[in-house]
DNA sequence: GATGTTTTATAGCGTCCGCTTCAATACAAC
DNA sequence: GTTGTATTGAAGCGGACGCTATAAAACATC
């Protein structure tokens, strides 16, 4: 591709993708025009498509970044520095912070909503992430049990489903009801369901 | 406006205004051209425009019909046949129901991430349409306490943002991931926090 | 049948779309 | 400094977009 013999890149790529996922976030991707991300890159269109092929290149680029840093990245922080129940508990708190701050919902939603259902590929994606999610709540809710944190009651896979389902009901109400009590107390409901601990989480469970 | 003086329409509103909503809900608004409409709904543009105004109104309508079709129609019927715990499960059974038929999701979610944040006026329409579903939960999950269907521990408040949040995320899944024995697992896991019923519900409680 | 009004089909307006071409440019290698 | 390659900005491709102008067509009224 780029052989270090020629005039080198006058941005950076990881800048340049952030602010294409920003616009992607915001504006959903019909609505997106090409220049429009050029623009928010700071590029011309002969730069874009150089360097990130065409639209739904790019798009699929977006996705996947965001996806590492507002998923992934977060799923591994809380699974590696806090007990299990309060893992579920800080995530889905997140949530609720993050959709009162900028109301800008997941990209993750929109494009299972706007892309996926046109699109095999990117739809495989997002069935991926998701299942992804759904098996992180799955494993806290085991652990938790095991722990004693959370009770016996409740069901790891039905729980797991539950919160999943929850994490994208929230992202959609972020843009279209955005009312805070409203989302927390779809939270405290949901959590609910984990029922009273057994006895106090042991924080020398995990690491 | 026609004044009966005049040539007559050539086609039915309301089946034309169906098809319409048909395709703005499998595609989404903005992928959605006004000659893909027309070819839809069996009309040149000019009868569209004609008829039933710019596309952002034609939206509006289509918005309109769905909701009154498939929320309120929905709502009503549980509500008037059904008590008010059973009510619930059915509402949410039916929608795991059409999730799995159609995958299309749900037209008043898909607005609400894609149409919502850029035009006030359909962000109103959609905020007051999930304020209305809250609200018929909340009403459900107090009758319920008060027949004895619904353990008094039930939170009505937050029950019904739940539920809310659980449509809304049903919808996101039937799109992205729909794997049915994950939306039924959630429902499941939401319906619990129901409680068990301190007596069989009175059947004549409600018509 | 003539008149008046609305709907219809056709054509086209200007604009923006995704994407490409191309020459000028900037650098590493030698 | 010359050469070779990748990047850049500018211009433009064909086509689709939302929407409208126009005139023929279809009916109720008289």
Redesign the interface.
């Known amino acids: 591709m780029d052989q270090d013999l020629a005039r080198p890149r006058e941005f950076d790529e990881g800048v340049a993708l952030e602010a294409a996922m920003q616009r992607f976030w915001?504006?959903?991707y019909?609505?997106t025009s090409v220049r429009d991300l050029g623009d928010a890159m700071g590029l011309g269109q002969a730069s874009v498509y150089n360097a990130f092929g065409d639209k739904r290149t790019l798009f699929t680029q977006c996705l996947d970044r965001y996806l590492d840093a507002n998923m992934r990245s977060r799923i591994a922080r809380v699974e590696s520095t806090l007990p299990p129940r309060q893992a579920i508990e800080a995530f889905l708190s997140e949530i609720v912070e993050r959709s009162m701050e900028s109301?800008l919902?997941c990209l993750?939603?929109?494009?299972?909503?706007?892309v996926?259902?046109?699109d095999t590929d990117i739809?495989d994606v997002?069935?991926e992430r998701?299942?992804e999610l759904?098996s992180f709540f799955r494993r806290c809710v085991i652990a938790g049990r095991k722990d004693g944190s959370i009770s016996p009651d409740a069901?790891p896979?039905?729980?797991?489903?539950?919160f999943?389902?929850?994490?994208?009901?929230?992202?959609?109400?972020a843009?279209?009801?955005p009312k805070r009590?409203?989302?927390e107390?779809?939270v405290?409901?949901?959590l609910?369901?984990l029922g009273k601990p057994r006895r106090k989480p042991n924080p020398s469970t995990r690491t």
């Open positions: 915001a504006d959903g019909a609505s109301r919902g993750l939603a929109n494009a299972a909503l706007e996926a259902p046109h739809a997002v069935a998701m299942a759904e069901d896979a039905d729980a797991a489903q539950l999943l389902t929850t994490v994208m009901g929230l992202r959609v109400l843009r279209g009801y009590a409203v989302l107390g779809a405290r409901q949901a609910s369901v």
